[in-house]
């Protein structure tokens, strides 16, 4: 093939356009930075967050993981599906799709968090555990009374069990035969009052297993203001975890020169991931300069590097 396609057009000129045509055509880099995911299905995953082993902090490692469309949080009590991350306000909500809600009734298992994540990720104070068809021998019906709310919002426990469709089963036992009329007055109380329940905190919880509790069924609401506004048909059922973000002037640096911080996976020790092919351990060496904009370096130096693979194939073909 000869060196010039079109007659008066320099050939820089058309290798130009070429490039030009080919680069604006190419899908930009789902991963320009480095080889962790930023989302799971449509939740965003970031630091102090990761779902690839040496991305994010090392003290949240291993805590979330993406099965391509779901995120889940995983806890020595299972895994609880991640419904949203708030990073502003540092909260996650967390899904047990084991647990009763009050449409659904499935039997009690523990909530447990590790030691690590009870210090770094617990349920927030608006997280409220109602536990259900408790034994009259329970605990929280006797000397740890007092971590039991008798209402939450003005709602109580016969409430939920009686507007609960799933809860309906724990109200004292009707006369059988009559169509559950429960217009009689209950003649012996210690028989057919409603088993105890218990509006409490996480903290009740992660002392006391569910069997040492001695109820049998548990359900999670968040608070987020409005519970006395509305009835346990419209509460929303699930766990609300709060973080902190471990603190770290290297990966403030990390970040300033567009990296995203990860750690070593045997040492846990911080690295920088610059790109695909590159760690640092503090910085990404291309992005020294201090101020915003950093971002775009790695993709353009991405762009940079396909225009130099592209400029030789096409010169290749043209010479
Ligand atoms: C960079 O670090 C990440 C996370 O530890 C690792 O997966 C990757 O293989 C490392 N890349 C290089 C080029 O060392
Ligand atoms: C991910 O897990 C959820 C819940 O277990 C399941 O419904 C979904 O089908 C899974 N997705 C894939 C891609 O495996
Ligand atoms: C409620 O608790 C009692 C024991 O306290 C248990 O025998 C009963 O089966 C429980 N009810 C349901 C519906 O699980
Ligand atoms: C329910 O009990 C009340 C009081 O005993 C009675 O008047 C009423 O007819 C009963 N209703 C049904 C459906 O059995």
Redesign the pocket.
């Known amino acids: 093939m000869q060196s010039s396609v079109l007659p008066g057009v320099p050939t820089t000129t058309f290798v130009f356009n070429l490039l030009t045509l080919t680069l604006s055509l190419l899908p930009l880099p789902s991963l320009p930075l480095s080889l962790c995911r930023t989302s799971c299905g449509s939740i965003p995953v970031s630091y102090p967050f990761a779902v690839d082993d040496g991305c994010g902090s090392p003290s949240f490692r291993r805590m979330l993981s993406c099965n391509a469309s779901d995120l889940f949080f995983a806890t020595p009590s299972g895994d609880y599906k991640v419904q949203s991350i708030d990073y502003a306000k540092r909260k996650v909500v967390v899904f047990d799709p084991a647990m009763s809600t009050c449409s659904v009734?499935q039997?009690h298992h523990d909530f447990a968090l590790t030691d690590v994540q009870a210090a770094l990720i617990p349920p927030s104070d608006d997280t409220l555990f109602a536990v259900l068809?408790?034994?009259v021998d329970s605990p929280v019906a006797n000397h740890f009374k007092y971590l039991c709310s008798p209402d939450v919002g003005g709602h109580s426990c016969a409430e939920m069990y009686s507007a609960c469709a799933s809860f309906r089963?724990?109200r004292p036992a009707a006369p059988q035969g009559q169509g559950g009329n429960l217009s009689l007055p209950s003649p012996s109380p210690s028989t057919s009052a409603s088993?105890p329940c218990c509006f409490t905190r996480y903290a009740t919880v992660r002392f006391m297993s569910m069997n040492m509790l001695?109820c049998?069924?548990y359900t999670t609401v968040i608070d987020s203001g409005g519970l006395e506004k509305a009835g346990p048909l419209d509460w929303t059922y699930g766990i609300e975890l709060t973080y902190a973000v471990p603190e770290s002037t290297a990966c403030d640096r990390c970040k300033r020169s567009g990296g995203a911080c990860g750690f070593d996976a045997e040492s846990e020790a911080m690295l920088c991931l610059c790109s695909p092919t590159l760690n640092a351990t503090v910085e990404c060496a291309a992005g020294t300069g201090t101020g915003s904009g950093q971002k775009l370096a790695p993709t353009m130096s991405y762009h940079a590097t396909l225009l130099i693979i592209l400029t030789s194939i096409v010169y290749t073909n043209l010479v």
């Open positions: 009734l039997p068809n408790c034994s089963i724990f088993p001695d049998t069924h």
